[in-house]
C-alpha cells in the first residue's frame, strides 16, 4: 500500500437520497472548515435511480474538496463504502451516512479518540429511530457480540472512524459493512467506543426494515465467524546472507 498523506477522508455511502444529500453534505462542510487537518469528502453514489447523481455534480462546483465515485449497477452499502475506502487520499477515515441521521460534530472527537487506537465506533445515545428499530438492533448486537465474542455495542452505527490502512485493501463483500470492526480485530487493530449523538431522519425513506436486514445478517455472522477461525496474523522477516 502506497504511503497516504496526512488528512480525513470522510465516506459517504449514497443511493437516492435527493431528498436529503445537499443538507448533509452542507453540514458536513461547515463542520469540517473547524478542522484543521486537511480533508476530503467522498460521496459514492451506489446507482440513484432519482435526481441524487445530478445534484451530486451540482455541488461538486460549490464544494472543492467534494469527490464524487458512482457505482453501476446498484450493488449496495458495503460494494460503496469498499470503492470509498480505496480511492481514499489520506491516512485517517471516516463513514457516516448520507440522511442527516449523523451529527458532523462527533467528527472531531471521533478522530481525537483514534490517537489511541486504530478504530473508534460509534454508540448513538438516546436513538431517535422507533421502537421496533431499536429493540431489533439490541437482539441483534447481542446475538451478534455472542457468536463473534465481541464487545461491539452499536454495529449499525454508521459513524466511525478508521486509520486508513485497517480497511482499504479490506474484501468488501455485501454485508460487510456491518462488521467492520470484526474485520479490523480479526487483523490486529486496536477499538474503542465513544458516545455519538443520533437525530431523527426529517427526509427521504429508510432502505432498512428489521426482518429484510435479520434475513441476510445471519448468514453474514456466520462467514464472518468461519473467517475469524481460519485468520492466522504472522510478521515475515527475510534472514540476510551470511546472517
Not at 41 to 55: C, F
Not at 115 to 127: A, K, M, N, P, T
Not at 142 to 150: P, Q
Not at 175 to 181: A, E, I, K, Q, S
Amino acid at each position: 500500500m502506497n504511503q497516504q498523506d496526512r488528512g480525513v477522508s470522510i465516506v459517504l455511502a449514497v443511493y437516492n437520497e435527493e431528498a436529503c444529500i445537499e443538507t448533509t453534505l452542507r453540514e458536513l462542510f461547515g463542520t469540517l472548515k473547524t478542522q484543521t487537518l486537511p480533508y476530503e469528502v467522498l460521496a459514492v453514489d451506489d446507482g440513484s435511480t432519482d435526481g441524487t447523481a445530478s445534484l451530486l455534480r451540482r455541488l461538486t462546483s460549490e464544494f472543492p474538496a467534494l469527490r464524487v465515485l458512482r457505482l453501476t449497477p446498484n450493488s449496495g452499502q458495503s460494494a460503496a463504502f469498499g470503492a470509498g475506502f480505496r480511492k481514499a487520499r489520506y491516512d485517517l477515515l471516516v463513514t457516516m451516512d448520507a440522511d442527516g441521521q449523523n451529527d458532523p460534530a462527533d467528527i472531531a472527537s471521533l478522530l481525537a479518540g483514534l490517537e489511541g487506537c486504530d478504530v473508534c465506533c460509534g454508540i448513538r445515545r438516546q436513538r431517535k429511530d422507533n421502537w421496533r428499530k431499536r429493540w431489533g438492533s439490541r437482539l441483534g448486537n447481542g446475538f451478534r457480540n455472542a457468536v463473534l465474542r465481541e464487545d461491539i455495542r452499536d454495529t449499525g452505527c454508521s459513524l466511525k472512524a478508521f486509520r486508513t490502512k485497517w480497511v482499504r485493501d479490506l474484501p468488501m463483500w455485501t454485508g460487510m459493512h456491518r462488521f467492520l470492526p470484526s474485520l479490523c480485530l480479526m487483523q490486529g487493530a486496536r477499538v474503542q467506543q465513544i458516545p455519538v449523538n443520533h437525530r431523527p431522519r426529517t427526509r427521504g425513506v429508510s432502505k432498512y426494515t428489521n426482518l429484510g436486514r435479520l434475513k441476510v445478517t445471519v448468514r453474514d455472522l456466520l462467514a464472518v465467524r468461519w473467517m475469524k477461525s481460519r485468520y492466522r496474523r504472522f510478521s515475515v522477516t527475510e534472514t540476510e546472507a551470511g546472517s
